[in-house]
Each structure stands twice: as structure tokens, then as C-alpha cells.
């Protein structure tokens, strides 16, 4: 895990390929006072390829203000090198609203890790379609929300839900949230959605996943947390795991074994995206763990 104290900043770049590109950054940095603490890098190809860099540093030694260094590190450094870039401060946490229904075992998960101080994250509200899951939150000291939708299209869902977020919401949660979210709705949170599903994507999508494997008759079943785009269950996975069964397990046997799954895929995928370890590559991520 990464240092969490107010001192670090992350920056993450994408850019092509080229020599020189660690040298520049880290030398700009070295030149503000920065002290580099961890960096990871990956190119997809030796000659003309895409190269990735995830950095942390601290702060306390920079000679300017965290706004300068951003500017400053766009001209001196970004546009040279072409580079696709983020500079975030870990004393700045993102602020995620977690949408649920009625099964609480990823919810709970993610609720425990939060009060032990081991998701960075602030949790403005929790939003359900249910009043089920609202004594669990507010056990929390979290605000929950219920937003009743019956009645409702996935347009009219989505208007509803979005009136329930409070301002600057940087990232929703998709605890085991039984609902479709409208297409307008995730053109708000671009790439800033992030969903449980519980099977091992690009198997079994959709519905039941856990009937339609029992079915196949597979040996493995497994959990994917994903972003959110505007096509279900097909966006850019962010993490996987898998537990084997056999022809003794039933499909409720086979969702027994899959809860723990899908606690703890969701848990890393909140954690890593709280980090900054994730990078978008088109359809697939680049995660520095």
C-alpha cells in the first residue's frame, strides 16, 4: 500500500515511447524538490510503443505551490513528450457515492476496510433503490439515501439518481447494485464507475451468472470489477479472481463461494482506483500493483 499521509502526490502518464522520458520527469521533479518514492513503468512494445509511468513523491520539500508544479510540469515536461497526464495530491481524496441494493456482503466489505482507515477514500452518501441496507450505513455514520424507482424507466432511474448525489462526486460504487444504469447517466461519470460483476467476464454476462455456469458445467467461476461504459457488463476490467467447483456444487452453493470472490475483487479495484495505480489503455487497464 501505498504511503497515505498529506505529504504524497501521485502522477500517472501515458505517451509514446521514447528515450529520456524517466530522466525528464524525474529530473523536473528532482529540480522542485521533490523526493520520488516509487515509480513503475511499462511499454507495450521496445521500438514505438505506448509507455505507461505511475510515480509517487513527496512533498514537503517542493519549492512551489502544487497548482504551479501541475502547470508547470504540463509545459516544461507533458508537452514535449506528447504525454496524456494526471497529477493528484493523496491528501485530496475522492469523494464516492456507493450505490447498492439489497445484497450487502460487497457493501459491508467495503464499509469495515473504510472505518479501518484501509480504502482512501470519503463516502459522502450511499444511495438504494431499497430501504433494506440504510442501519447498516448510518451504523457507519454515513448518510444513506433511498430512491424509490419503481414505476420508473432507466432514463427516469437516472435522473433520479443523479438529483440524489451531492456536488463533486468523483467516483460511484456499484455494490452489488441490481439496477441498469441509464446511458446519460454514465456520460456523467466517465470511466469513474465502477461495477461488481459476479462472474469471470467475458463469460456469462448479464443475468444469473451463477445458473447460466452451473449450466456450462465449468470447474471455475470467478468475480471481474470493471468500469462502467454505456455497453453491459464490456467495460475496461480492473480485477479478477476465480475459485474452482466442481459438479458437486449447485448454483447457490456456487453463489455461496462467489460472495467472498466478489468482496474482495471489489475491495482491490476501490482500492487500487483510490491509489491512482489504474491507467485506461482503449479497452483494457494498465494497473501498477
Not at 149 to 173: F, K, Y
Amino acid at each position: 500500500m501505498s504511503t497515505q499521509d498529506d505529504t504524497t502526490a501521485r502522477l500517472l502518464i501515458t505517451c509514446p515511447d521514447r528515450p529520456g522520458i524517466v530522466a525528464a520527469v524525474s529530473n523536473f521533479l528532482f529540480h522542485h524538490g521533490a523526493n520520488v518514492t516509487q515509480l513503475d513503468q511499462h511499454s507495450t512494445d521496445p521500438s514505438g510503443g505506448t509507455f505507461f509511468m505511475r510515480l509517487e513523491f513527496q512533498t514537503p520539500g517542493l519549492d512551489i505551490s502544487g497548482t504551479a508544479l501541475q502547470r508547470a510540469f504540463g509545459e516544461v515536461v507533458a508537452r514535449p513528450f506528447s504525454m496524456d497526464w494526471r497529477m493528484r495530491f493523496a491528501a485530496n481524496r475522492l469523494r464516492a457515492a456507493i450505490l447498492v441494493s439489497r445484497h450487502e456482503h460487497c457493501f459491508a466489505e467495503i464499509l469495515w476496510r473504510w472505518s479501518q482507515g484501509e480504502l482512501p477514500l470519503e463516502l459522502p452518501v450511499v444511495i438504494s433503490n431499497h430501504p433494506d441496507l440504510g442501519p447498516e450505513a448510518r451504523r457507519f455514520g454515513l448518510e444513506f439515501r433511498h430512491v424509490d424507482l419503481s414505476g420508473t424507466d432507466r432514463v427516469q432511474a437516472g435522473q433520479r439518481i443523479q438529483e440524489a448525489l451531492p456536488e463533486n462526486i468523483d467516483l460511484l460504487v456499484l455494490a452489488r447494485y441490481m439496477q441498469i444504469l441509464s446511458p446519460e447517466l454514465v456520460a456523467q461519470f466517465p470511466q469513474r464507475i465502477i461495477n461488481i460483476h459476479h462472474s469471470f467476464l467475458p463469460s456469462f454476462a448479464g443475468a444469473n451468472p451463477y445458473r447460466q455456469a452451473f449450466d456450462k458445467g465449468v470447474k471455475l467461476i470467478g468475480a471481474t470489477a470493471h468500469y462502467v461504459t454505456a455497453e453491459l457488463d464490456e467495460g475496461p476490467i480492473i480485477e479478477q479472481d476465480i475459485a474452482r467447483v466442481s459438479h458437486r456444487q449447485s448454483p447457490d452453493d456456487m453463489r455461496l463461494l462467489g460472495r467472498e470472490l466478489e468482496r474482495q475483487v471489489l475491495a482491490r479495484a476501490l482500492l487500487w482506483h483510490a491509489e491512482d495505480r489504474i491507467i485506461l489503455h482503449g479497452t483494457k487497464t494498465v494497473v501498477f500493483v
